[in-house]
């Protein structure tokens, strides 16, 4: 199949049918990841569902296995309905997965799920059975792909939205706990001081190891005012933190003037983010007007959010130029080409990038960079290249699953390799806190990256270092209401008028 490439209209309407670019795993506060039913639509078509229709004799031996395990285990009321809705998420699975898997081995990781719920009440419920059996075949694919039920599949949808209930918090699975990716600003786990990278063990006093991402994250949900008390590990100590759930309005864009520069944060990837971002640079030039001498793009801790959103944001400023490529398992690709109409007019721009930035917030950081349209400055991103689809199933609940990787515009593969930074601007603050925490430092603390995470998908070919050279941030004055010093050097290289001449000033290291 020939790739596909989409050319935007300024109009900002719905631009694709793809919707899902993961954020990292799912928003505790929002749910899962937001999704659409691609059964009918070009990815769809691309995927190849229409080979839903029947298995090989080898596939089916490996399907009866499953089956004459779950009808020992199980009772005999509503046993074929639930090997019936088994077998179709097999199949789902077998078509649709970025990869080829075994059935083997598809199935060895079902039986697991089975042998794991032997003597707990679910024991006999043929449904429940089927449902830990998916849980634990869909979660051995990555860490992002995963079976939801019902209730999970309708809190899918909140993920994407500007106004959820819970503690603020984007996380995934690591070793059978709770990662945080990033805590959402002004939220209540923003105040409360968590960090990315900190594991959650336990909730409320109940430990989460091995009952899977979603339990944990149902567990954390509550009504606004209610309280919740989370045991977390950092650095290889443990601490406990309390919380009172709020109803959580993100502000997906924020703005403000920092000396002659317009400074915008973009928190995540949601609804109408476009939107607010053409807001946001017409303050920003009704502000400064001729003094604008470039803007600040700021998507650290962005955990990203809706591929539709990113490539609108990325197209917002360039003229021209590939955004970014989505491909499948079968080669098939479907490119995002800019149209013209940069909003900021050719002004100056550089592009704050850290660890937490990851999935849509790494196409935008890959897109600006290498169509030579921003200086990308911060340290290596996350590393998520994956592309996860919501599908509905016909008898109840969904699958999450993974099944495109996304490719910057040179043909660079994101997945497990991040985006490095033109500039990079060492925190220094945080290396002399690793430092002084490094003796106590277990394997587990220091993961950091989605390589890291158990399961990961692996990179795929290589990578070009466009870095250009180092600087700690303490030779950058601090800056904003919160005394940001990478913001800091921001502005300055903007003030310098280009990435050669800041670094030159600061007297920083070339890169090697």
Known sequence: MKSMTNHFPRTRGLRTTIVVAGAVAAGVALGALGGCSVGDGVLGRAIGWSDLAGLSADSSREVERFNVALRRESDKDGVERATAHFTDVFKRVRVGYVREVGDAELVNAALRGLDEEKGSSLRRDPGKLVEAALRAMLSSLDPHSAYLNADEY??????????????????????????????????????????????????????????????????????????????????????????????????????????????????????????NLDQAVAEVRKQLGGKLRGIVLDLRNNPGGLLEQSVTMADSFLDSGKIVTVKGRRGAGRVYEAVSGDIAR???????????????????????????????????????????????????????????????????????????????????????????????????????????????????????????????????????????????????????????????????????
């Open 346 to 512: 050719g002004i100056p721009m550089v592009v704050l990038i850290n660890g937490g930035s990851a999935s849509a917030a790494e196409i935008v950081a890959a897109a600006l960079q290498q169509n030579g349209r921003a200086t990308v400055m911060g340290t290596l991103t996350f590393g998520k290249g994956s592309v996860q689809t919501v599908v509905p199933l016909p008898q109840e609940g969904a699958i999450r699953l993974t099944t495109s990787l996304y490719y910057a515009p040179s043909g660079e593969a994101i997945q497990s390799r991040g985006v490095e930074p033109d500039v990079e601007v060492i925190d220094t603050a945080a290396e002399a806190e690793k430092d002084k925490s490094k003796s106590a430092e277990s394997a587990a603390d220091k993961r950091r990256r989605e390589a890291d995470l158990p399961g990961a998908l692996p990179a795929v070919g290589s990578v070009l270092s466009r870095r250009h050279g180092s600087v700690p941030d303490s030779r950058c004055r601090p800056v904003g209401e919160k005394q940001d010093r990478q913001l800091g050097c921001a502005v300055e290289l903007l003030q310098a008028g280009s990435a050669h001449k800041f670094l030159a000033a600061a007297g920083a290291r070339p890169a090697m």
């Open 154 to 275: 309708r809190d899918s949808f909140v993920s994407t939205r500007s106004e959820f209930g819970g503690i603020g918090i984007e996380v995934s699975a690591e070793d059978g706990l709770v990662k945080i990716i990033a805590p959402i600003e002004d939220t209540p786990a923003y105040r409360a001081g968590l960090k990315s990278g900190d594991l959650i063990t336990q909730v409320d006093g109940e430990p989460v190891k091995g009952k899977g991402l979603m339990y944990a994250v149902n567990k954390m949900r509550g009504a606004a005012g209610s309280e919740i008390r989370l045991t977390l590990i950092r650095g290889g100590a443990s601490f406990e933190a309390r919380l009172t759930r709020a109803v959580i309005k993100v502000r997906s864009v924020r703005w403000e003037i920092v000396d002659d520069v317009g400074y915008i944060r973009v928190v995540r990837f949601i609804e109408k983010v476009d939107d």
